[in-house]
């Protein structure tokens, strides 16, 4: 389960039990287990709260401001020398 190391306690037949399959149906992520520690998490960098995973994500989001800012420079200088021509 999320923010756990043990078992969900349903009985699970197979892979998952009725609720969790129901959930995956409806299109819930599998919680992954932390890198570090174990605890099931949901995000795809795979870090709890405790093992740094906060600090990775706003290095990732700053990461993405960047590249986004840097794209939309890029763009208006070409359509500023696109239009000089």
Do not use: D, F
């Given at each position: 389960?999320?923010?756990?190391?043990?078992?969900?306690?349903?009985?699970?037949?197979?892979?998952?039990?009725?609720?969790?399959?129901?959930?995956?149906?409806?299109?819930?992520?599998?919680?992954?287990?932390?890198?570090?520690?174990?605890?099931?998490?949901?995000?795809?960098?795979?870090?709890?709260?405790?093992?740094?995973?906060?600090?990775?994500?706003?290095?990732?989001?700053?990461?993405?401001?960047?590249?986004k800012k840097t794209f939309e420079l890029v763009l208006?200088?070409?359509?500023?020398?696109?239009?000089?021509?």
């Open positions: 389960m999320r923010s756990r190391k043990e078992n969900c306690g349903k009985s699970c037949v197979g892979a998952y039990c009725r609720q969790h399959n129901y959930q995956l149906k409806k299109g819930m992520k599998i919680p992954a287990p932390c890198v570090s520690c174990g605890v099931g998490v949901l995000c795809h960098y795979r870090l709890c709260i405790s093992c740094g995973g906060i600090v990775l994500k706003q290095r990732l989001i700053r990461k993405h401001k960047k590249a208006l200088e070409l359509r500023s020398t696109h239009l000089e021509k």
